[in-house]
Nanobody, 117 residues
Framework: QVQLVESGGGLVQSGGSLRLSCAAS????????MAWYRQAPGKEREWVAA????????NYADSVNGRFTISRDNAKKTVYLQMNSLKPEDTAVYYC??????????WGQGTQVNVSS
């Protein structure tokens, strides 16, 4: 079955950086576009960034464009999110999954990111 294990979160000051990782298993990773999502307290989960199966094309939410970079390593079945210039409003639990996943998909436990002002 699909398994997604996110890691790399933590507490960082405003303006700092973090690199998140997501190890995937249970499906043909290299065949799917992958994405990062996040859910802040009291809010719906939102899409953050996506990368094509080959890694040749990426897309970002306006709120993170220019600050976050998504990448992947198909050999390691891992997707990454480099987050720079972090802001308090980036505080959330971050998840990875196939691009276009709904709440009915199988989700991992996520990794908590806290940005202090």
């Amino acid at each position: 079955q699909v398994q997604l294990v996110e890691s790399g979160g933590g507490l960082v000051q405003s303006g700092g950086s973090l690199r998140l990782s997501c190890a995937a298993s249970g499906f043909t990773f290299s065949a799917y576009a992958m994405a990062w999502y996040r859910q802040a307290p009291g809010k719906e989960r939102e899409w953050v960034a996506a990368i094509r199966s080959t890694g040749g094309s990426t897309n970002y939410a306006d709120s993170v464009n220019g600050r976050f970079t998504i990448s992947r390593d198909n050999a390691k079945k891992t997707v990454y999110l480099q987050m720079n210039s972090l802001k308090p409003e980036d505080t959330a639990v971050y998840y990875c999954n196939k691009d276009g996943s709904t709440r009915f998909a199988s989700w991992g436990q996520g990794t908590q990111v806290n940005v202090s002002s």
